[in-house]
C-alpha cells in the first residue's frame, strides 16, 4: 500500500498523512469514517479486512483532546494502514464501526469503557473491563493517580 493509492481512493476525505518507517497514517474526520472504512474494506486494491485494533488516545491538554485510532491489515496483500480520527472532549462521539467490521464490538467497548468515548449506532454499548457503575474513565489523562472508589 502506498500513500499514491490511497490518495486514489480516498484523498478526497483524507486532512493528513504521515508515513514512518514504511507504516501510513491518514487523519480523517469523524463525519466520514465509515465511507473511508467500506471503502478501505471494499475496494479491491486495498482489501482492508481485518480491524486489528480499534483504540482510544487521549492528548490533553492538546485540543481536540480524543483521538480515536484504527489499525487496518489486509490479509489478500498483506499491507496495513492506520486512520486516526480527531474529537472534542465536549463532542467525543464517533459513528460505530461494527456495520463495516464485526470485531469493532469488543473493540468499541474497550474504548468506551477507557476513554469515554461513544460510538454512535453500536449495538451493545456499555463498560466492558471495569464495573458498570464505575465513574470516571481509566485511561483520560485527568483520572486521579490513585483511583475512584465505586459504589
Do not use: Q
Not at 497514517?25 to 472504512?37: A, E, F, K, M, N
Not at 489486509?74 to 464517533?94: C, G, M, N, T, Y
Not at 477507557?114 to 473491563?129: A, E, N, Q, S, V
Amino acid at each position: 500500500m502506498t500513500i499514491d493509492t490511497l490518495t486514489e481512493k480516498i484523498g478526497e476525505y483524507i486532512k493528513e498523512t504521515d508515513t514512518f518507517r514504511d507504516e501510513i497514517t491518514v487523519t480523517v474526520d469523524r463525519d466520514v469514517i465509515i465511507t473511508v472504512c467500506r471503502i478501505l474494506k471494499e475496494d479491491e486494491d486495498c482489501s482492508f479486512d481485518f480491524l486489528s485494533d480499534c483504540c482510544g488516545l487521549d492528548r490533553l491538554p492538546e485540543t481536540p483532546r480524543f483521538m480515536v485510532v484504527y489499525n487496518l491489515y489486509s490479509l489478500k496483500h498483506k499491507h496495513r494502514v492506520r486512520i486516526k480520527v480527531p474529537l472534542e472532549e465536549a463532542d467525543a462521539e464517533i459513528d460505530s464501526a461494527t456495520p463495516v467490521w464485526k470485531a469493532a464490538n469488543w473493540l468499541e467497548r474497550e474504548c468506551f469503557d477507557m476513554f469515554g468515548i461513544r460510538f454512535k449506532g453500536h449495538p451493545d454499548l456499555r463498560r466492558i473491563i471495569t464495573p458498570p457503575n464505575m465513574e470516571g474513565y481509566p485511561l483520560r489523562k485527568d483520572f486521579p493517580l490513585e483511583g475512584s472508589e465505586t459504589k
